[in-house]
């Protein structure tokens, strides 16, 4: 069977899965954006894009439709070169909607079923929009842009065969005529790499070394921003520190914005937050580590004694469950999408968002009384085995999505 993938920034969340297929007899091929530069087990072909140049005044709720679909042309002519040229025509076309390229793959290839990956469908209320009043109320305006943002992607799955979502969350979030073409599958954690490690240590960049067993409070994002939390968590920093005076913080995440608006003054989020508090607290024990390897995030989660995790309503970071099968003690926001997996007082604890108070005293009492928490960590990484392994749970469904669409292909 030719499968084709497809993701501007591939591997992502076809990290495993292509292999997978690959691996099993299949003919599969990448189609990215030329400036991805990761390594590919699988052959890989690039397609030439660049942002065009947009009227914000003229286009207003057009703009981001016009990039996107801008974008799936690019996609679309790189896809027909390869029909013309190479005669080539995949079986099954996997493809992430979330940027406009898979939005005009079936008129290239109408003989082909297209999976497109459905992450998240952005709606005007009831989700993030709205969620952190610190940042304006849920204006009209907000409303509509979060309903523009969406255009691309009912078109995406209207013209798919099937919709892919990791969480049933994040696959309600569809309108209902679009959730029906949905399954959910999460994209797996690999339980036999993210293990509890009683002998981990991380060298620090001061050279100091932290081991398991030390009184360590992590905090994970791939950027420092408002819609991970970043703001609660810094703001419940100073009373945890000040009650526990030998706890270290390790705080990783990049500088950019990932998800929302950038600071209107040109700062990071990292530092607008940090000037607020860090007259409060004993910097030395903070580190903010940026990005780092994944073999340091590895050690990071096996050296936590308390690992937080925020979000507002949107989608879920695998990073959550990568630290629950690390056997971290985890307390996290009461948010939906958190919900659908954490069970207060169960596999870890919920906080609601905003109480910054209820943060101090959870992550304090955490760091505090390891053994008391015990269970809790056990039965995280129970949860993530018996539900979301990548091995014995995810892939083999996976597999079976992909394999079973290809079957009905031609």
């Known amino acids: 069977m030719k499968i084709l993938f497809v993701h501007q920034n591939y591997p992502a969340q076809f ?145 798919a065969d099937r919709g892919l979502s990791p969480t049933f969350w994040q696959a309600s979030t569809h309108p209902p005529a679009l959730r029906s073409m949905i399954d959910v599958v999460f994209d797996g954690v690999n339980t036999e790499t993210v293990v509890p490690n009683a002998a981990a240590r991380l060298t620090l960049p001061d050279g100091r070394v932290l081991r398991a067993g030390d009184e360590v409070l992590t905090f994970v994002n791939r950027n420092l921003e408002p819609y991970r939390g970043y703001h609660t968590f810094l703001r419940a920093l100073p009373g945890v520190l000040a009650a526990r005076p030998a706890a270290q913080v390790l705080i990783v995440g990049g500088n950019a914005v990932s998800y929302g608006p950038a600071p209107k003054d040109g700062r990071a989020w990292k530092d607008i937050f940090l000037d607020e508090v860090k007259d409060q607290m004993d910097l030395s024990r903070v580190h903010f580590l940026g990005r780092v390897p994944y073999a340091d995030f590895l050690s990071i989660l096996q050296v936590s004694r308390v690992h937080a995790y925020l979000t507002y309503p949107f989608v879920l970071s695998w990073s959550m469950l990568e630290a629950m099968s690390a056997g971290c003690h985890l307390i996290a926001s009461r948010v939906a999408p958190v919900q659908e997996v954490v069970r207060d007082g169960y596999n870890g604890q919920l906080v609601d968002f905003f109480d910054v108070p209820g943060w101090t005293r959870a992550l304090t009492e955490g760091l505090a009384e390891p053994a008391r928490f015990a269970p809790l960590r056990a039965n995280a990484r129970k949860t993530v085995r018996d539900r979301y392994d990548l091995n014995a749970v995810c892939l083999p469904k996976l597999v079976a999505l992909v394999e079973g669409l290809g079957l009905k292909s031609g």
């Open 15 to 159: 990290l495993h899965l292509a292999p997978a297929l690959a691996a099993r007899g299949h003919d599969c091929r990448v189609l990215t954006d030329a400036s991805n530069t990761r390594a590919a087990a699988i052959p890989v072909w690039r397609y030439a894009y660049s942002a065009p140049e947009v009227d914000a005044a003229a286009c207003r709720l057009g703009r981001n439709y016009t990039t996107m679909s801008d974008r799936g042309v690019a996609v679309a002519r790189a896809a027909r070169i390869l029909r013309e040229r190479d005669g080539y025509v995949p079986d099954v076309i996997v493809g992430h909607s979330g940027w406009g390229e898979t939005l005009f793959l079936k008129d290239v290839w109408p003989e082909a079923k297209l999976l497109v990956y459905a992450e998240f469908y952005y709606r005007g209320r009831g989700a993030d929009v709205g969620f952190d009043r610190e940042f304006g109320p849920p204006s009209l305006d907000k409303v509509m842009i979060a309903q523009g943002r969406a255009a691309h992607l009912a078109q995406a799955l209207l013209h």
